[in-house]
């Protein structure tokens, strides 16, 4: 399948991503990949090694007369997000990823495309095989399940890796390079909460709130695009005086993810059921109203389940856990005043859960300052506690501090401008990186992150411009040959 990417320039480039599209990775679910990527090594003559997570190192030996040039690491993530379309069947851990060409950008069919990071990956892997390029001596990391929890590089082996000079291929922007990213930390709420026995004159209905874009929840977070979870406990928040009752609710798929739709079902008294049905079309205008121009495809809908279920949040536990969820903090938290137009501190609503009572919450913050990001976990914590639910912070990771007057920033900025005719902006990212988890794991590294322009990142909207990934090939391999003619110190 995807015979038409080889097709595309950089043909190595493209060639490595047909593989990875044909391989399916969502996050945990890598082990395929690696064991292929393992075999492509050895048959080509790369040393390869695995520590103990499983994340996955290829050697290449240096250019002949470069042995003495820093060491260059090419570091990318294997897994991807799997989202697709709610009407489009895929298995992500079975199915391939079909993409198309248009208008000058690659996408995928109702899916996400992979892109993230698997361009990445593929450079990588094509930098390995390019007999012609000059270099001092190389190694491609590829960590796994950076998606679900940077769990890779939280993971990574220490006194491991040898080089000098890390290269991130994980960014999404052209014309831009980043010195920085923020932390963040996975807030879990869990609660068992009690349940009553639906009424006689009570009837069901089933609350479903869908179309939005979605998108990355660090880079896309300051959009001011719909966030499904926030929406619809808003609308729960309304029908509350028609003495509406939650049975179950089910809202975002991942918790980096903007989430795009979400479900709830209620009980309410029978005589109420046509005043609900008027205020959620009311609540349909004033929504799609506030987000006209951002976010113009909501869609809220209401109807009747085919089962009825036997049991509903009592109503004391509903009220309370709308009004927690409906005071949760969502969004961006606070800008940055050291650096104009970045995004310091935010969380994503992205994982909402009810079924027969058992409430589960998963939440992401970011912040470039890992006080805040405690900080605004803590929050969490003290919300949730009034409801008796249980809070934990899970896979925290520190920011990326920046390093503007780095050796390898100006060295990029050299070859940006020499290449392309303009001076790159320089930036720190409102997202996760590995880099700053690797950077605490080796102090020594110098490392800066850049990429093509990737849009859509962790949506089915996700696509890439061809275009951009031949000026990032292009840089990345000038960058490379670069650095192969300094000595190390």
């Known amino acids: ?38 075999e492509w090594a050895e048959a080509r003559g790369l040393a390869h090694d695995r520590d103990a997570f499983g994340n996955l190192r290829l050697r290449k030996a ?35 990823i079909e993409t198309h060409v248009a208008d000058g950008w690659l996408h995928a069919r109702e899916t996400t495309l992979g892109a993230d990071n698997g361009l990445g990956v593929a450079a990588a892997l094509a ?24 769990g890779g590089a939280l993971n990574l082996a220490e006194d491991w890796l040898e080089g000098r000079v890390l290269l991130n291929l994980d960014s999404e922007d052209r014309g831009q390079v980043f010195i920085g990213c923020a932390g963040g930390a996975d807030v879990v709420v869990e609660a068992q909460l009690p349940t009553a026995a639906l009424a006689d004159d009570e009837v069901v209905l089933r609350l479903s709130l869908t179309g939005l874009v979605g998108g990355h929840s660090g880079i896309d977070i300051h959009k001011g695009r719909g966030n499904a979870n926030r929406l619809l406990v808003r609308v729960l928040r309304s029908l509350e005086p028609f003495d509406a009752r939650l049975i179950d609710y089910q809202g975002g798929t991942l918790r980096n993810a903007l989430p795009r739709e979400a479900f709830a079902t209620l009980a309410l008294p029978a005589d109420e059921r046509e005043h609900v049905r008027e205020r959620v079309a009311a609540l349909e205008t004033e929504l799609r109203a506030e987000l006209a121009g951002v976010d113009d495809g909501l869609s809220l809908a209401l109807e009747s389940p085919d089962a009825r279920p036997a049991e509903a949040l009592s109503a004391h536990a509903s009220r309370m856990l709308i009004g927690a969820l409906h005071v949760a903090p969502c969004g961006v938290e606070r800008m940055s005043s050291e650096l104009p137009g970045v995004v310091e501190t935010s969380n994503n609503l992205g994982v909402i859960s009810l079924e027969g009572g058992r409430f589960q919450l998963c939440a992401l913050v970011r912040s470039l300052r890992d006080s805040a990001t405690l900080d605004l976990a803590d929050r969490f914590r003290a919300l949730f506690e009034l409801i008796g639910a249980r809070t934990r912070i ?16 100006a060295r990029f900025r050299r070859l940006h401008q020499a290449r392309l005719g303009s001076d790159p902006e320089v930036l720190v990212i409102h997202a996760g990186l590995e880099c700053g988890i690797l950077g605490g794991k080796y102090p020594h590294l110098e490392m800066i992150s850049f990429g093509p322009l990737i849009r859509g990142a962790h949506s089915p909207d996700e696509r890439v411009e061809l275009a951009s990934v031949e000026e990032f090939w292009g840089l990345l391999r000038a960058l490379v040959e670069d650095l192969a003619q300094h000595e190390t110190a």
């Open 394 to 409: 899970e896979n925290a990771y520190p920011g990326w501090t920046p390093a503007p007057e780095s050796a390898l920033l």
């Open 127 to 150: 930098i390995l095989e390019d007999e012609t390029l000059v270099h001092g001596p190389l190694e491609a990391l590829f960590t796994l399940e950076e998606e679900s929890g940077m």
């Open 62 to 96: 240096a250019t002949p007369g470069r042995e003495g040039s820093p060491g260059v690491i090419l570091q990318g993530h294997l897994d991807m997000v799997a989202q697709a379309n709610a009407d489009h069947p895929h298995d992500f851990t079975r199915d391939p």
């Open 1 to 38: 399948m995807n015979a038409h990417l080889e097709q595309l320039s950089p043909q190595p480039l493209w060639r490595h991503f047909r593989t990875l599209c044909n391989t399916p990775r969502p996050s945990g679910h890598e082990a395929a990949l690696v064991t292929r990527l393992e």
